[in-house]
Structure formats: structure tokens, C-alpha cells
């Protein structure tokens, strides 16, 4: 049983899975309900050395954004700017979920694993389709999310994969059959935690955060031991103490936020205790520097969304990058875009390690991300100070208009600029792939308690009727603030991108169009309607001497594009 509730701009489903009846020849395995199948016909593993190496190979796709950097760069060149337009099916996988697809398959020597809305997984033939198991996972009595049943895929190490599930847990399973190895209760669906990102795997410690920012939980990232699924350490997204930050007046783009820093400060003078429901979602995979042993990752709105009487100050560490020690889970450093923020413009989109130019020219190791506000921030991974921010990749308006009962327009709307969507990065053209959203909205704020876990977003921010909503990917120069070009579609975009050493960007749209564009210049160059939203994340692999490009087709929840169950795998044609 679903219940939806919508602000206009966003979809909030709350769900309550009352038991599932195992499917015909299914068996339960450790509480979980796992449909017999064949198995995979050959070993399964993984090692560290491959998951460190994985960016400069192109046999397998290892991670949801194929390397620890994050860049969605596919190395590989089989499949090239002269020869795309010969690119065709070869084989559509069809799953038995009908709903909002954004996964990434996992491809290790020939099979593929991938998810689906309400945690299932399938493991199949990467070259024909045909399936080796189906694990679908029994929910339990309450799940409590935002913005979609949504699965973004497994993260695997040796012969285990690891999946975060709509009811807060995380669980181990055996890559070879689908059986639950162990399964570990992360935090409390009733108080509006939930699970929707894939897990990092790194060094035996599997790397999760939490959805919830729209309940009013309190945000983290948590690593777990590989092997036994002991819980190591935990990063608090909300401190206990110091949450309130240094008052900042100006956004990362140095822009009034026209805060009553007054009014505030009286109100944190008689209530600080409101830390343990103030948000701060991590929505995506955390990128990995393995010689400084840091994580990096971005931090979601706070809670509540709109209504920021209750809760004075900055509200550290959301709507920022963080940086945390891999093996401690300390904090290192940190850089907030939007303090208090009352727009929902937190950051989602993963960040990414490249080398950029510091301000004098000198090339540097930096961390890039894509944010709701429409600029790509470049950042110094030493510190995480900023370095610079692009031009706006979208229209701007009215920054930073407060919301009011009536409804305030402010561009560029809620879900962005860059939402969720990962972005990719290409070291041959030093470009970043942005897929970005127009949606002009109103918003509107009311006075609103905590609630208990339930939906709290003191207020509604609406798309306003008869405008124009539309997308565009920008690429973007990290080296400088200036765009080298711009694609636009039809409808918003949301979903993910993949960048290839054949020059090629790959993206998809809400109306099924899945596209391949020259990443020199933006130009199309072939393109494929897979009959239902291609909001997932393109992966690209090979298998026997060929070179493939899967995408996921089923629709978006947030955007209520259609709806599809299908992953379509392409090869070259005749």
C-alpha cells in the first residue's frame, strides 16, 4: 500500500510494504524472499586492486560512477564519434517492477547487476540478457521515503554485492546465487530514514549515507565492516555542537541570502536542541582519494525544508561539501554553498576528483560538483576551499527571494540546475557533463512543528502553470568559469551521464530519448526512444571483444516521467 503526497515541483511517496508472498520457486533465505535461478556459471569476484584500477580498463564497470573519482569516464573508443550512428539494440532486459528506474548496472567479467524501484536485483548475461537470478527483498513494516521507491544500484567487493533498502537496512549477498549473507538495520524508517544510494566499497568498509532530509532526521554516512557488517564509525552531517556555523550572510557566489541574522541568533538563544531533526540527506556515492585516505561528499537540504524559524543559524554541514578521514571518520574540511537554506538548493549531485588549475594556473588536485543553483564549483581538494564557480549553467532569478505565504518566485526552481543527476568528466576535452533542469516555481512557507517523521517541508514550492520547463546539458571548462557549450531538450533533465574515449556524451530524457552527443562540441549524433523515461545512469562494458552501452528506461517518480521496466544494452550494428 502507497500513499503520494505532492508539493507541485516534488513527489513524496510513503509506503508501507505489509509482507511480500514469495513468488512461485522462491525460497526465504535469511528473512529475505530470493527466486531460484541457475545461478551465475562462473566465479564472482572482485578484488581491491581491480575496484582501485577500475578507470583504466574497459572490461568491466566496477562502481555506480565507475571509478573512485567519480567521473563517469568510460576509457574505451570501439564505439566512436565516426561510427555511433551504426549503434543498435542488443538485447532488452525486461524486469517484473514497473516503476521510476535510476540505476547503475554493475558489469564484472561478463554479468550484469542491476536494481530496481523496491530493492530487487537481477543478475544477468551481459552480452545476451539472459537472467542468472532474481533476488527481490522483503520489506518490512514500514518504509518511509522520498521522491520515489528508487534503487541506484549494488556496490560489490569479492563474491559479495551490497544494497541499501527502502527500510533502512543494508545487506550482503552472494554474487553467485543471491543469498543474503548478512543484513544490518542502519536506522529507524519510522523516524523517515530510508535507503536509495548505492554503497561505496573500499579498503573492507562498505560507505552508505541516508535519505530523509524531508522527515526531519538527522543525516550521516556510515561505514560497515565488509565481512561481518559490524558498524565501524559514523559521520554526523548534523554536529551536535557548532551546527550554526559563522552566520554567513552571502552564498558560495558571494549573493545576499538576505537573512535576519537578529532575529536568528534570539531564537538559537532559547532552543539548540533541534540538531537531532535537522536533515542533512547524503543522496549519492561518496568519491574516494585513496592517498590521503579522505572521502568526499555533498550534504542535502535541511529540514524543514522551507520554514527556517526552526532551526537558526547555518545548519552545518547540509547543502555542503564534506571531507572525512576514510579510516576514522573524522571530519577534514568542509565548504557550504547555501546556508540556511529555505529552497530546497541542496547539494546532491556526487562530487569529483580531478586535477584543476588553482587560481594562479598551477594544476592541483580538486573536487568538482554540479549544484541545484546551476553552477559547476570547483574546489581544492587540500582544504576544500573554493576556487572558482562556472557561469550559470541555467536562467537564474530573483536570487535570493525569501519564500512567503503568498509565494515568492525565485529561479532556478527546487530541483535545480543539477539535481541527484551525476555528472561526468572527460580528461581528454577537461570538460564536466552537466545534465541540468528549468523549472520556474513559486515558494510558498508556513509555521510547521516536527511531526514525528512524517513529511515536513513547512511549506510547498510549486511549478508555476504555463511556463516553459525544459533541460540542457552543459559542458562545462574546469579550468575557468565559462561553458563550451550547451545542448537543450524538450523536458528537464534528471538521471545520469557517461562520458567515453570515444568522445562520446550519452544522456537520456524523460520522453525515452536516449542520445549520444559529440562531447567536443555538443552536436547529436545518433540517438534511440526506449518507449519509457531514460532517467537512469549509462554504464559502459565489454564482453567477448564487444563494446556495450546499457541504460535503464523506467521513468522518473519526481518528475512523473513515464514509467517503463526495461534496460536497453547497445552494440554495434552492421
Same mark, same amino acid.
Request: glycine fraction near 12%; aromatic fraction near 10%.
Given at each position: 500500500?502507497?500513499?503520494?503526497? %505532492?508539493?507541485? *515541483?516534488?513527489?513524496?511517496?510513503?509506503?508501507?510494504?505489509?509482507?511480500?508472498?514469495?513468488?512461485?520457486g522462491?525460497?526465504?533465505?535469511?528473512?529475505?524472499?530470493?527466486?531460484?535461478?541457475?545461478?551465475?556459471?562462473?566465479?564472482?569476484?572482485?578484488?581491491?586492486?581491480?575496484? @582501485?584500477?577500475?578507470?583504466?580498463?574497459?572490461?568491466?564497470?566496477?562502481?555506480?560512477?565507475?571509478?573512485?573519482?567519480?567521473?563517469?569516464?568510460?576509457?574505451?573508443?570501439?564505439?566512436?564519434?565516426?561510427?555511433?550512428?551504426?549503434?543498435?539494440?542488443?538485447?532488452?532486459?525486461?524486469?517484473?517492477?514497473?516503476?521510476?528506474?535510476?540505476t547503475?548496472?554493475?558489469?564484472?567479467?561478463?554479468?550484469?547487476?542491476?536494481?530496481?524501484?523496491y530493492?530487487?536485483?537481477?543478475?544477468?548475461?551481459?552480452?545476451?540478457?539472459?537472467?542468472?537470478?532474481?533476488? =527481490?527483498?522483503?520489506?518490512?513494516?514500514?518504509?518511509t521515503?522520498?521522491? /520515489?521507491?528508487?534503487? %541506484?544500484?549494488?556496490?560489490?567487493?569479492?563474491?559479495?554485492?551490497?544494497m541499501?533498502?527502502l527500510?533502512?537496512?543494508?545487506?550482503?549477498?552472494?554474487? =553467485?546465487?543471491?543469498?543474503?549473507?548478512?543484513?544490518?538495520?542502519?536506522?529507524?524508517?519510522?523516524?523517515?530514514y530510508?535507503e @536509495?544510494? *548505492?554503497?561505496?566499497?573500499? $579498503?573492507?568498509?562498505?560507505?552508505?549515507?541516508?535519505?530523509?532530509?524531508?522527515?526531519?532526521?538527522?543525516?550521516?554516512?556510515?561505514a560497515?565492516?565488509?565481512? *561481518?557488517g559490524?558498524?565501524?564509525?559514523?559521520?554526523?552531517?548534523?554536529?551536535?555542537?557548532?551546527?550554526?556555523?559563522?552566520?554567513?550572510?552571502? $552564498?558560495?557566489?558571494?549573493?545576499?541570502?538576505?537573512?535576519?541574522?537578529?532575529?536568528?541568533?534570539?531564537?538559537?538563544?532559547?532552543?539548540?536542541?533541534?540538531?537531532?531533526t535537522?536533515?542533512?540527506?547524503?543522496?549519492?556515492?561518496?568519491?574516494?582519494?585513496?592517498?590521503?585516505?579522505?572521502?568526499?561528499?555533498?550534504?542535502?537540504?535541511?529540514?524543514?525544508?522551507?520554514?527556517?524559524?526552526?532551526?537558526?543559524? $547555518?545548519n552545518?554541514?547540509?547543502?555542503?561539501?564534506?571531507?572525512? !578521514?576514510?579510516?576514522?571518520?573524522?571530519?577534514?574540511?568542509?565548504?557550504?554553498?547555501?546556508a540556511h537554506?529555505?529552497?530546497?538548493?541542496?547539494?546532491?549531485?556526487?562530487?569529483?576528483?580531478? !586535477?584543476?588549475?588553482?587560481?594562479? /594556473?598551477?594544476?592541483i588536485?580538486?573536487?568538482?560538483?554540479?549544484?541545484?543553483?546551476?553552477?559547476?564549483?570547483?574546489? $581544492?581538494?587540500s582544504?576544500? #576551499?573554493?576556487?572558482?564557480?562556472?557561469?550559470?549553467?541555467?536562467? #537564474?532569478e530573483?536570487?535570493?527571494?525569501?519564500?512567503t505565504?503568498?509565494?515568492?518566485?525565485?529561479?532556478? /526552481?527546487?530541483?535545480?540546475g543539477?539535481?541527484?543527476?551525476?555528472?561526468?568528466? *572527460?580528461?581528454?576535452? %577537461?570538460?564536466?557533463?552537466?545534465?541540468?533542469?528549468?523549472?520556474?516555481?513559486?515558494?510558498h512557507?508556513e509555521?510547521?512543528?516536527?511531526?514525528?517523521?512524517?513529511?515536513?517541508?513547512?511549506?510547498?514550492?510549486?511549478?508555476?502553470?504555463?511556463?516553459?520547463?525544459?533541460?540542457?546539458?552543459?559542458?562545462?571548462?574546469?579550468?575557468?568559469d565559462?561553458?563550451?557549450?550547451?545542448?537543450?531538450?524538450? #523536458?528537464?533533465?534528471?538521471?545520469?551521464?557517461?562520458?567515453?574515449?570515444?568522445?562520446?556524451f550519452?544522456?537520456?530524457?524523460?520522453?525515452?530519448?536516449?542520445?549520444?552527443?559529440?562531447?567536443?562540441?555538443?552536436?547529436?549524433?545518433?540517438?534511440?526512444?526506449?518507449?519509457? /523515461?531514460?532517467?537512469?545512469?549509462?554504464?559502459?562494458?565489454?564482453?567477448?571483444g564487444?563494446q556495450?552501452?546499457?541504460?535503464?528506461?523506467?521513468?522518473?517518480?519526481?518528475?512523473?516521467?513515464?514509467?517503463?521496466?526495461s534496460?536497453?544494452?547497445?552494440?554495434?550494428?552492421?
Amino acid at each position: 500500500m502507497r500513499r503520494s503526497t %505532492r508539493s507541485a *515541483s516534488m513527489v513524496v511517496v510513503l509506503g508501507a510494504a505489509l509482507g511480500a508472498t514469495a513468488p512461485a520457486g522462491a525460497q526465504e533465505v535469511a528473512g529475505q524472499v530470493a527466486t531460484t535461478g541457475e545461478g551465475v556459471t562462473k566465479a564472482v569476484s572482485v578484488s581491491q586492486p581491480m575496484l @582501485t584500477g577500475a578507470g583504466g580498463q574497459v572490461a568491466d564497470w566496477l562502481h555506480t560512477n565507475g571509478n573512485y573519482e567519480q567521473t563517469r569516464f568510460y576509457p574505451g573508443k570501439q564505439i566512436n564519434t565516426t561510427n555511433v550512428k551504426k549503434l543498435r539494440p542488443a538485447f532488452v532486459f525486461q524486469t517484473e517492477v514497473l516503476e521510476s528506474m535510476e540505476t547503475a548496472p554493475i558489469v564484472v567479467d561478463g554479468v550484469m547487476f542491476l536494481t530496481t524501484s523496491y530493492n530487487h536485483i537481477y543478475a544477468v548475461d551481459a552480452a545476451t540478457g539472459k537472467q542468472f537470478w532474481h533476488y =527481490k527483498h522483503k520489506m518490512g513494516p514500514v518504509s518511509t521515503f522520498c521522491c /520515489g521507491p528508487n534503487n %541506484r544500484g549494488v556496490a560489490i567487493h569479492g563474491d559479495r554485492l551490497y544494497m541499501g533498502t527502502l527500510d533502512a537496512k543494508l545487506l550482503a549477498l552472494n554474487a =553467485k546465487t543471491g543469498a543474503v549473507i548478512w543484513e544490518k538495520q542502519i536506522a529507524d524508517p519510522e523516524l523517515g530514514y530510508s535507503e @536509495t544510494m *548505492s554503497p561505496t566499497v573500499v $579498503d573492507g568498509k562498505v560507505l552508505i549515507g541516508t535519505n530523509g532530509g524531508e522527515y526531519g532526521i538527522r543525516g550521516f554516512v556510515k561505514a560497515y565492516d565488509a565481512n *561481518s557488517g559490524d558498524e565501524l564509525w559514523t559521520f554526523y552531517t548534523i554536529p551536535e555542537t557548532g551546527h550554526e556555523g559563522v552566520w554567513a550572510k552571502n $552564498d558560495a557566489t558571494g549573493r545576499d541570502m538576505k537573512r535576519d541574522l537578529a532575529a536568528e541568533k534570539a531564537q538559537l538563544a532559547k532552543d539548540a536542541s533541534f540538531y537531532k531533526t535537522l536533515g542533512g540527506g547524503v543522496w549519492m556515492n561518496p568519491a574516494v582519494d585513496l592517498k590521503t585516505r579522505t572521502i568526499y561528499f555533498v550534504v542535502g537540504n535541511p529540514s524543514p525544508d522551507l520554514y527556517g524559524a526552526e532551526r537558526p543559524g $547555518d545548519n552545518l554541514y547540509t547543502d555542503a561539501l564534506v571531507a572525512v !578521514d576514510l579510516d576514522k571518520g573524522t571530519h577534514k574540511c568542509h565548504f557550504q554553498y547555501v546556508a540556511h537554506d529555505v529552497w530546497d538548493l541542496d547539494a546532491v549531485s556526487p562530487p569529483i576528483l580531478v !586535477d584543476v588549475k588553482d587560481k594562479g /594556473g598551477k594544476m592541483i588536485p580538486g573536487v568538482i560538483h554540479g549544484g541545484k543553483t546551476g553552477h559547476v564549483y570547483v574546489h $581544492d581538494r587540500s582544504n576544500c #576551499q573554493l576556487i572558482r564557480f562556472s557561469e550559470a549553467m541555467i536562467p #537564474q532569478e530573483n536570487m535570493w527571494a525569501l519564500p512567503t505565504a503568498e509565494g515568492a518566485r525565485m529561479l532556478p /526552481g527546487a530541483n535545480g540546475g543539477v539535481e541527484w543527476s551525476p555528472m561526468a568528466f *572527460s580528461p581528454r576535452t %577537461r570538460l564536466a557533463y552537466a545534465l541540468n533542469l528549468h523549472q520556474p516555481m513559486t515558494y510558498h512557507v508556513e509555521q510547521a512543528k516536527y511531526p514525528g517523521g512524517k513529511l515536513w517541508l513547512g511549506g510547498a514550492f510549486k511549478v508555476i502553470s504555463g511556463e516553459k520547463q525544459w533541460g540542457r546539458v552543459a559542458a562545462v571548462n574546469v579550468d575557468s568559469d565559462k561553458i563550451a557549450w550547451k545542448y537543450d531538450t524538450e #523536458q528537464p533533465l534528471i538521471g545520469g551521464g557517461l562520458v567515453t574515449g570515444g568522445d562520446l556524451f550519452f544522456f537520456g530524457e524523460g520522453n525515452g530519448n536516449f542520445n549520444a552527443l559529440d562531447a567536443r562540441n555538443g552536436k547529436k549524433l545518433w540517438g534511440f526512444n526506449c518507449g519509457a /523515461g531514460a532517467n537512469a545512469m549509462p554504464v559502459s562494458y565489454h564482453a567477448g571483444g564487444k563494446q556495450y552501452i546499457a541504460m535503464g528506461c523506467g521513468g522518473n517518480t519526481q518528475l512523473d516521467f513515464k514509467r517503463g521496466n526495461s534496460v536497453f544494452v547497445f552494440a554495434m550494428g552492421e
